[in-house]
């Protein structure tokens, strides 16, 4: 899995937008904010290249992910409910996600990235499946393991 994320962000190199765009304006409120932010619009509104620009004026390094790339969600339809996400965090600290819930939306409804989780740690996973053309939405839980 580490080896198929070095090779995605080598790969899509090539998709952050070159110094020649146009530049966009935007608050400099977001620059320095705690709040998970969703960028949204139709397809080639300006989206990664908006996300770029407020990168390169962050201190921090990070990476750019075009979760457009199948290699991402290619497996996703393979979790079931119960199923355990490991995602790693700055550092190297490791959070663990168990899936509690997944299901079908229309391409268009977004109502799934709500941030209303109750004070609850969650992640929602969204992608296309490509035999019917709808979403597959899966959402996960925080776990909150004993230390041992």
């Known amino acids: 899995m580490k080896q198929l994320l070095k090779d995605i962000i080598i790969d899509q190199k090539s998709f952050l937008p070159s110094k020649k765009t146009i530049i966009r304006s935007f608050s400099e ?3 320095n904010n705690e709040e ?4 949204s ?3 080639r509104c300006g989206k990664s290249v ?4 407020i990168r390169d004026r962050l201190p921090q390094k990070d990476y750019f992910f075009n979760f457009d790339d199948d290699r991402f969600f290619s ?3 393979l979790l079931d409910v119960g199923d355990i996400i490991k995602i790693y965090a ?3 600290v490791c959070v663990y996600y168990k899936v509690y819930e ?4 229309e391409k268009n409804d977004m109502s799934c990235t709500s941030q209303e989780t109750n004070g609850n740690k969650e992640i929602t996973l969204i992608t296309c499946n490509n035999i019917n ?6 959402k996960a839980k925080e776990m909150k393991l004993n230390s041992q």
């Open 36 to 39: 998970i932010i969703i960028i």
């Open 90 to 92: 700055p550092a190297n």
């Open 50 to 53: 908006l996300l770029q620009q």
């Open 133 to 138: 053309k709808k979403r597959l939405v899966l």
């Open 29 to 31: 409120k977001y620059l």
């Open 75 to 77: 497996k996703l339809s």
């Open 41 to 43: 619009g139709v397809r």
């Open 102 to 105: 997944m299901y079908e939306i």
